[in-house]
């Protein structure tokens, strides 16, 4: 019989598994909403779908570069335990093969992506939710391209706690563009420099500056020098060419890279979970930690 589009709706409402499994599940049992039902519960991908309301916020952040292309990608799990589960990091590694060498242009376009093994990459990672039993989610990825003459600096902090892909623009000096990532780990700049930070940012903060200065009671006369020497300190927080190098703090990062005869084109910083709502302990980990307190 013909599969619907309402059809493929409605058992993707009752499993929450993806459209193209969905589909697939109705052809193999001839539209039987029953009996595609069990279909995808036996391939696991219905188990996969039941956590979708659990929070994934643990996981790993890895690079892949090949030649003058580079990958940085977050997988999520659900905890910390599973991340460093050997499944879970054969699917981050796999997830970076294809990313790098299909080049999708969003996570949507990824996830509907199909890999060397024939399967999308959703049936992909519900395959391993399956075997791994937690809720599992390719949160974000970036693809970065150089040329010859430039080099890629790729830091994992904490076995992938923390990803940082650096591009350093006319040098190659590979060792030089990982020091920066690891700079980049540790203080987290916003900018590469100050022309990328907006005239409204930059207005916003010296408003607040000068009303700092002029609520500590500091004459309105020397308020504007007081907050363009603030402002100094402002982009020495947020641009990392203006920061002190974590490696010799007498030299700003900028001043470093130049002296390697190259400029920092862009940093990609990934920090598993930034944004995440985390899960609240539950009571028997509140118990524990009164216990130990």
Same mark, same amino acid.
Do not use: W
């Given at each position: 019989m013909a599969i619907?589009?309402?059809? *493929? ?66 997988? %999520? ?7 460093? %589960? ?5 699917? *981050? ?17 990824? *996830? ?8 999308? *990459? ?66 987290? #700049? ?38 363009? $020497? ?18 010799? #703090? ?10 390697? $005869?190259?400029?920092?084109?862009e940093f990609v ?12 302990? %539950?009571?028997?980990e509140e118990v ?6």
């Amino acid at each position: 019989m013909a599969i619907t589009a309402q059809m *493929v709706k409605e058992l993707r409402e009752k499993t929450g598994a993806g459209m193209m499994d969905c589909k697939k599940a109705l052809q193999e049992v001839d539209g039987d909403m029953e009996k595609a039902i069990d279909f995808l519960r036996e391939k696991g991908i219905a188990k996969a779908a039941k956590k979708g309301d659990r929070i994934a916020a643990e996981g790993l952040a890895t690079i892949k570069v090949d030649g003058n292309e580079a990958v940085i990608l977050e997988v %999520n799990s659900e905890t910390d335990f599973v991340a460093k %589960n050997e499944g879970f990091q054969t699917l *981050v590694q796999e997830l970076a093969d294809h990313l790098l060498s299909t080049k999708p242009a969003s996570i949507e376009e990824a *996830v509907a992506g199909t890999m060397s093994n024939g399967a999308t *990459v959703e049936t992909h990672i519900n395959s391993a939710i399956a075997k791994i039993g937690e809720k599992l989610t390719l949160r974000r990825f970036e693809i970065k391209t150089k040329t010859d003459n430039d080099a890629f600096g790729a830091y994992l902090h904490m076995g992938g706690r923390i990803g940082v892909l650096t591009v350093l623009e006319g040098t190659t000096d590979e060792e030089a563009a990982k020091d920066v990532s690891m700079h980049i780990a540790a203080l987290n #700049p916003k900018y590469v420099s100050r022309d990328e930070v907006s005239a409204e940012e930059v207005e916003r903060e010296r408003q607040v500056l000068k009303q700092q200065a002029l609520n500590e009671g500091k004459p309105e006369k020397i308020v504007e020098k007081m907050v363009e $020497g603030r402002l100094s300190k402002y982009f020495e927080d947020v641009c990392v060419n203006d920061q002190a190098f974590v490696k010799n #703090p007498d030299e700003k990062v900028g001043k470093f890279v130049a002296s390697k $005869g190259g400029k920092i084109r862009e940093f990609v910083r990934f920090e598993v979970g930034e944004g995440i709502e985390k899960r609240e302990d %539950n009571f028997a980990e509140e118990v524990m930690n009164q216990v130990k307190k």
